[in-house]
């Protein structure tokens, strides 16, 4: 007896203990439902725009304008396509070791001698007095040229006639006086030449006649008609033989005997040397 009672009296503890769970769980939904209700909404939970409109009493609230639309923004461009990845490159596999080779010893190659570079001819170029010369050799600078130059100009024609105060000049300067009175005389206020002196009293007249006041860049047989440029060919002996000119000969006449004469007269008058063991050939080209 005292064993059901017992039993009955925990089960009504049972129930009771259930009942108020229940109860609880019941007042506590029912709780946060009525503070939901209750709740006030902030005006920053609400998206876009608010207009409050302020009425009057008895006036009719207008209805609210519709809200705008939300702006969709752009969609996202596309992400770049990934460039494919290459594998890793294979770790080489170190190759099997070999023996070393012993070199083999190759013939000494046989370098052929170059070729020197021909020499440059020597030329010689010079200007004297309104003329104007060219000299060459067929050997190149240093081993043969010319040590000693005479002007050729003054183994040239004196002029046949002279203005009358170079003539005084003449007579005044007490150094050539006497050599000039030989060849020259005066006549009609001016001083005529009587016979053309020899190539190796030239040179004296005309450091005289220059000195006197005579242009001999005009002189009388540069304006000769016709005059031509001389070309003379020759050769110059080794210098174990002195270095002497060898076969002078005319190549190109300028058209008059005498003024032939003076050039190869006075081109004779020069030095010349040749450090070679044979003879070098060379021209020479004087023009008016």
Same mark, same amino acid.
């Given at each position: 007896m005292?064993?059901d009672?017992?039993?009955?009296e925990?089960?009504?503890r049972?129930?009771l203990?259930l ?10 939904l029912l709780g946060?439902?009525? %503070?939901?209700l ?7 939970d ?5 207009? &409050? ?9 207008s209805?609210? *304008?519709?809200?705008?639309?939300l ?9 770049? %396509? ?12 170190s190759?099997?070791?070999?023996p070393?080779?012993p070199? %083999?010893?190759?013939p ?6 170059s070729?020197?570079p021909?020499?440059t ?5 010079g200007?004297?007095? =309104?003329?104007t ?6 050997e190149?600078? @240093? ?6 130059y005479v ?12 203005p009358r105060? &170079? =003539? ?9 006086k006497?050599?000039f009175?030989r060849?020259?005389q005066?006549?009609? @206020?001016?001083?005529?030449? &009587?016979?053309?002196?020899?190539l190796?009293d030239?040179p004296d007249?005309?450091?005289?006649l ?8 005009q002189?009388?047989y540069?304006?000769?008609? @016709?005059l ?9 002996? *080794? ?15 300028? =058209? ?5 004469e003076?050039?190869l007269?006075?081109?004779s ?7 070679t063991e044979r ?10």
């Amino acid at each position: 007896m005292r064993t059901d009672l017992r039993l009955r009296e925990d089960r009504k503890r049972a129930a009771l203990s259930l009942a108020l769970t229940v109860a609880i769980y019941l007042m506590v939904l029912l709780g946060f439902w009525i %503070t939901g209700l209750l709740r006030l909404e902030e005006l920053s939970d609400v998206a876009g725009p608010v207009k &409050v409109h302020l009425t009057t009493r008895g006036q009719q609230e207008s209805p609210a *304008s519709p809200p705008r639309p939300l702006e969709t923004p752009p969609p996202p461009s596309p992400a770049p %396509t990934p460039l494919p990845t290459q594998p890793p490159a294979a770790t080489p596999t170190s190759a099997p070791t070999t023996p070393p080779v012993p070199p %083999t010893t190759r013939p000494a190659a046989t370098t052929t001698p170059s070729t020197p570079p021909s020499p440059t001819p020597a030329v010689i170029t010079g200007r004297e007095e =309104g003329n104007t010369y060219t000299l060459g050799f067929s050997e190149a600078a @240093g081993k043969v040229g010319r040590s000693i130059y005479v002007p050729i100009y003054l183994y040239m024609p004196l002029p046949s006639q002279l203005p009358r105060f &170079v =003539g005084e000049n003449m007579v005044k300067d007490l150094r050539s006086k006497a050599l000039f009175l030989r060849y020259y005389q005066e006549a009609g @206020g001016a001083f005529s030449l &009587v016979e053309q002196p020899p190539l190796d009293d030239r040179p004296d007249l005309w450091d005289a006649l220059k000195g006197a006041g005579y242009d001999i860049g005009q002189a009388e047989y540069r304006h000769r008609p @016709g005059l031509r440029p001389v070309t003379i060919q020759f050769s110059v002996d *080794s210098h174990t033989r002195g270095s002497t000119l060898l076969a002078v000969t005319l190549v190109s006449s300028s =058209g008059y005997s005498d003024i032939d004469e003076a050039v190869l007269y006075g081109f004779s008058r020069a030095t010349f040397f040749n450090n070679t063991e044979r003879p070098i050939k060379g021209s020479f080209t004087y023009r008016f």
